[in-house]
């Protein structure tokens, strides 16, 4: 190939991303579109939605899509020598998450297992912390 081939080329590849960018704008909306959603008020809401002013009957009707995320957190310390803690939570609730919180010295290696059983959420550690170790394990549970 020649320069002049080489310089066409590389034009045309540069105006098929153009096109392909364009076209991905156009397809999203002019937004990103990992971001993209809705906002609907129906015609039949007809109180002003002033800030934070949000009512039940609103999103009972369909202002709001989405209310808030109800969620709660349990506390599950484990000392040197226990390998099973136990926390009061919502029946019903799901675990959406768990993060080691507080670790004292250098804890030994274990799982932790979660379990829920109506009220009652138990962690269960394979291997207790061990020594002067301690670990503090939190819990962010969703309610349903």
């Known amino acids: ?35 993209r959603g809705t906002i609907v008020q129906p015609s039949n809401i007809t109180a002003t939605i002033a800030a934070d002013s949000i009512t039940s009957a609103m999103i009972a009707s369909g202002a709001v899509k989405q209310s808030e995320l109800a969620y709660e957190v349990a506390i599950l310390a484990f000392a040197s020598g226990d390998t099973s803690k136990t926390a009061s939570v919502t029946a019903g609730s799901i ?36 020594g002067a170790a301690a670990i503090t394990y939190t819990v962010i549970l969703l309610k349903v």
């Open 1 to 35: 190939m020649t320069n002049e081939q080489i310089i066409n080329e590389l034009q045309l590849l540069k105006n098929e991303v153009e096109e392909l960018k364009y076209r991905l704008f156009k397809t999203i909306g002019g937004r990103s579109a990992e971001i």
């Open 95 to 130: 675990v959406i998450g768990v993060y080691e919180s507080t670790v004292t010295s250098t804890p030994a290696t274990g799982e932790l297992q979660l379990v829920i059983s109506s009220t009652t959420l138990t962690g269960t550690r394979s291997a207790a912390p061990g």
